[in-house]
């Protein structure tokens, strides 16, 4: 798979870039410099070039004329490593398939292009330049299916942060039977998109690239399912900022469906009870799954908004040995990668993955709003979440999704694997560790009903407790 590197609106500065030479002392743009743009740049950086979420490269960088302008800004983010994207620690290097990285020979050679004057060498040198398909619209290929949002929506010139539901029925005329889902692909309709959820497709926030699911696992879909979109829009208000958006969703299938052989599976790790104090610059808060059956992991999602700062996940193993699975030192909000391994994690029965959400919510902090207040966990930007998705395999053959299949059958509301479980999320959200959910690890929404739920009034909602009202939720 091509590596893939995007430059943001970085600003071109006339300060020089040291950076120890490693490579040619005097590289060329079409010799040195271009195939390295063509590996790691151009699938991004081009006319109609890759949409992550939402983030859209600036220019192209394809030819001389292109790249010459932008030849300072690109040699200081590789040079710090802003570009390309990836935020895993060095000790994961080789671990992910979606990798996104530049070696210290391809960094030196672009910066002592520039030190040495961006000379443009020989035509000869070039390489041929690479052809491009302008008429692919998605990246996972030609889709076997496309869901548009039901409501071309306009996002009003007064709104900061907004959420809104569509609701989306798969009819036998779209689908005449179940497939097993190979990929999927978020296309937001418009700028103002912060991110997308589309149970039970997943969903997709700026630098996510599509899922594409390894060989041998997939997702059921078919006619009665339901996609619920929960639409996420923010943008700085003012006359003149509203924007009309009807984002898309694309579906390819398995061809050969005897190939499947695992249901893909989630686990949202993180809490809802914490209170990031003001001008805290190193606030951090943990949560604890344990796998009961043998696991693989297949890819990791952390998830925190503008005061994110770090995100952790250990394993700790039955024998009391413990392990880094992902260590993101620097998380960025602005690029939500999702981490998929190349060989998935084996984890043992009995397993506890520990999730650590840190944050920065000081004056140092850049994208920080406001450092003068108290944070807590709730949907705008400008407050805070705490999530460490996890994508798994289960050994032991249970293949029921984290969240339920969405489907909805006549006469049974959501249907069998329909809907929220709440058993599970009592699991995610338990920080005490006494098998009981308190009002204060509870979601916000739940709080209206947590007495309701609560049948013997013991201050906590147990699994069973759960079960009864996640039936009346699910139908």
Known sequence: MRKTVLLGAAVASMMSVGFTAQANSKPTFTKDVLPILQENCQVCHRSNGANLGGMVAPMALTTYKETRPWAKSIAKNVAQRKMPPWHAAPQHHGEFANERTLTEEEISTIVNWVENGTPRGAKSDAPAPLEWDSSIEWQIGKPDLVLTMPENYFVEDDVEDLYVNFNTEITEAMMSEDRFIRAVEFKPGSAVVHHI??????????????????????????????????????????????????????????????????????????????????????????????????????????????????????????????????????????????????????????????????????????????????????????????????????????????????????GEGKGEKGGFDIGKLIKAVDANGDGLMQKSEAPEQLHGYFAMIDANGDGGISPEEAEVIARRMNH
């Open 197 to 410: 959820i589309a149970q039970p497709l997943g969903g997709i926030a700026p630098g996510n690239d599509p899922t594409v699911y390894p060989e041998g696992i997939g997702q059921k879909f078919g006619p009665g399912y339901n996609v619920d979109w929960q639409m996420h829009y923010h943008k700085e208000p003012g006359p003149g900022t509203g924007q009309y958006d009807q984002s898309q969703i694309a579906l390819k299938f398995y061809e050969d469906e005897s190939k499947v052989t695992h249901e893909l599976q989630g686990a949202p790790l993180g809490r809802f009870d914490f209170a990031i104090p003001a001008g805290d610059a190193n606030y951090a808060v943990s949560s604890i799954q344990t796998f009961d059956t043998d696991t693989q992991i297949v890819s990791y999602t952390p998830h925190m908004h503008l005061r994110g700062k770090a995100a952790r996940y250990e394993a700790i193993y039955p024998d009391g040995t413990s392990e880094v699975l992902l260590d993101v030192p620097a998380y960025d909000f602005n690029w939500q990668t999702s981490y998929g391994y190349k060989e998935f994690k084996k984890l043992p029965a009995g397993t506890k993955v520990k999730f650590t959400s840190t944050w920065d919510n000081s004056e140092a902090n850049e994208f920080n709003p406001d450092a003068s207040r108290a944070v807590t966990w709730g949907h705008p930007t400008t407050d805070e979440m705490s999530f460490g998705f996890m994508s798994f395999i289960d050994d032991s053959g249970d293949s029921n999704p984290m969240f339920g299949g969405g489907r909805r059958s006549e």
